[in-house]
């Protein structure tokens, strides 16, 4: 079974919009980590929010929301207010126990932004 | 802070030449990881270094990659006998504790004519 499952080949959004990127993850390890990345056409793989296992509280960074559903095992991206420059791929990924081992990643979401 | 580097940016060779890939990672990172990435699809991890400790090796490390990093700062993957199979990104990252987010390079990319 796929550890990182990211159903949403494609999205397409309007600017200014909201766009909520689906990842639902597999563990029995009730210590992890979840994290998403973003990749621009460019490359580089940029570390965009983490969510641990025990917080309380749902992860925000700016723009950037983490709907964390821990019963259900999803771990959804929340963009708001999108701009043209979201417009990239974007990796849902895992870290199963506490410290210094390899993330697992999902195939990715490629989002585009429209004006 | 100056982020994760890695060199070359682009590497073309030929199949059966061997490849060797280096990884700066920020200042006082002690945990590096590398990743190979295909097209399309998320990143795969490869091996994790703990200061110049190895810690961690994918089944994907077969026999002809190699990973150090000798004094627990920069870190060197080498592949030797390159096959058509090898042509993916080789992504870097380091984080400054076990349980920090892991921040990357932009990565090589291997093309194997």
């Known amino acids: 079974a796929q550890k990182i499952t990211q159903t949403q080949p494609g999205m397409f959004v309007q600017e200014k919009e909201a766009v909520t990127l689906d990842c639902t993850y597999d563990t029995s390890d009730p210590s992890y980590g979840l994290f ?18 025990y917080d309380q509280q749902n992860a925000t960074e700016g723009r950037y929301s983490l709907n964390f559903q821990k019963a259900r095992k999803s ?23 506490y410290g210094g081992t390899a993330l697992i990643f999902g195939k990715g979401t490629t989002l585009s932004v429209s004006s | 802070d100056t982020g994760v580097s890695q060199d070359p940016r682009h590497k073309i060779t030929k199949r059966g030449q061997n490849v060797t890939f280096r990884c700066d990672p920020i200042s006082e990172h002690n945990h590096l990881y590398w990743y190979r990435q295909t097209l399309g699809q998320g990143p795969e991890f490869l091996t994790y270094f703990q200061n110049e400790a190895q810690l961690e090796k ?9 990973a150090e990093r000798p004094k627990g700062s920069f870190s060197t993957l080498e592949i030797q006998r390159t096959e058509q199979g090898d042509s993916a990104m080789y992504l870097c990252a380091s984080s400054s ?16 004519l």
């Not at chain 2, 994918?58 to 190699?66: A, G, I, K, N």
């Not at chain 2, 504790?97 to 194997?112: A, E, M, N, V």
Request: glycine residues 10%; proline residues 3%; negative net charge.
């Open chain 2, 97 to 112: 504790t076990g349980d920090q987010p892991q921040h990357f390079g932009d990565g090589t990319r291997l093309s194997i």
């Open chain 1, 36 to 53: 998403w990345y973003k990749q621009p056409s460019s490359g580089e793989m940029i570390f965009l929010i983490y969510q641990g296992s």
């Open chain 2, 58 to 66: 994918s089944r994907l490390l077969s026999d002809r990659f190699s």
């Open chain 1, 75 to 97: 771990a959804n991206l929340v963009i708001s207010a999108s701009q043209l420059g979201d417009s990239a791929m974007y990796f849902c990924a895992m870290r199963e126990g």
